[in-house]
């Protein structure tokens, strides 16, 4: 699959060239080349196992590549530079491990000491991830949404300029996820860049600039939604609404489009038909509206883009 990373490069943010990991006979991470331009959301997906951890741990130095180079901030990630370069990344890992006895504030506290950020900080964060009211209870109490939300604090902790964020939004409301996604738009509009993962197709397809899709250890695919969308040349799923006398001759006035596999269910008649047709399939129906009583057109989703690569040899 094409990449354009090579057109984005100059202001790049964060920086892959032929990244990989390997744990004896076993390859994680398989060549990958990404770039994610400054102030921009990248959505990462991939199937379990698919290299995602390992390339963020990567990332963020916490293990060496087997080959490749990595550059985050302008910063060789496992240089000399880099141990300072850390302090403007942030991190929200899968299994954020928190102490139970100490408080939210306490917990922040403790946090804000490891990374050399200010104390002062911790107070407002809590703020902006909707934990203020819940500063000096127990985590031991938490939900898994309010577990969560300190974690994303934590993340942001040192006005990172770079963050990461591995599945931040498990185990949060659909309020909560509005309002999380909320929080990064106000950091991208500040030049911040981050880099998420979620199994959640649907939440990711309408809120990231990029896309990149990881299969086996490689990036198959990357590109903005509708980049995807042209690259891929999965069919639009076509459903028309009519009475079923007329699907006979609604067949019939399709038959320039060439050979429809049509599926009919609840007086609907249903089929997929190949993007470049768009326009020809516009002009075949517009005919027959005098015997549609509705028409859906749909653009393929993510997940159907997802599976659409998975499936293809
Ligand atoms: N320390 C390790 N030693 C050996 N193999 C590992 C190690 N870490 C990861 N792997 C393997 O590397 C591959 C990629 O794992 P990784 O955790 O990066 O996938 P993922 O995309 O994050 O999956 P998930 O969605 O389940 O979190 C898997 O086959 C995994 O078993």
Partial sequence: MTSDSTTIDGDAAIRLRGVSKRYGALTAVDGV???????????????????????????LGLIR??????????????????????????????N?????????????????????????????????????????????????????????????????????????TTGLDPSAIREFY??????????????????ILAELQERVDRLAIMANGRVQAQGSVSELREQLQLPLQVSLAAAPAEHPAL???????????????????????????????????APLAARLQDVQIHEPTLEDMFFGLREAP
């Avoid at 990404?34 to 990567?58: D, E, W, Y």
């Avoid at 990595?70 to 890992?93: E, K, M, T």
């Avoid at 804000?112 to 819940?134: F, M």
């Avoid at 909320?182 to 199994?199: D, K, M, Y």
């Fill in 65 to 94: 590549p087997s080959a490749g180079q990595i550059l985050v901030n302008g910063s060789d990630v496992g240089g000399r530079d880099f141990r300072a370069a850390r302090r403007s990344i942030g991190y929200l890992p899968e």
């Fill in 251 to 285: 067949r019939e006035g399709l038959r320039p489009l060439g050979s429809l596999q049509f599926r009919e269910a609840e007086g609907r008649l249903s089929f997929s038909c190949p993007r470049p047709a768009k326009m020809a399939l516009l002009g075949a129906l």
């Fill in 182 to 199: 909320a929080v990064l738009n106000g950091l991208r509009a500040q030049g911040v860049t981050l880099v998420i993962t979620s199994h």
């Fill in 33 to 59: 080349d990404l770039a994610v331009p400054r102030g921009q959301l990248l959505g990462l997906i991939g199937h379990n196992g698919a290299g995602k951890s390992t390339l963020f741990k990567m990332m």
């Fill in 96 to 168: 954020l491990v928190l102490y139970d006895n100490l408080t939210a504030l306490e917990t922040l506290q403790f946090f804000a000491k490891l990374k050399g950020a200010p104390a002062a900080q911790c107070a407002p964060l809590l703020e902006q991830v909707g934990l203020a009211g819940a500063a000096q209870r127990a985590v031991r109490e938490f939900s898994k949404g309010m577990r969560q939300r300190l974690g994303f604090a934590q993340a942001l902790l040192g006005a990172p300029r770079v963050l990461f964020l591995d599945e931040p």
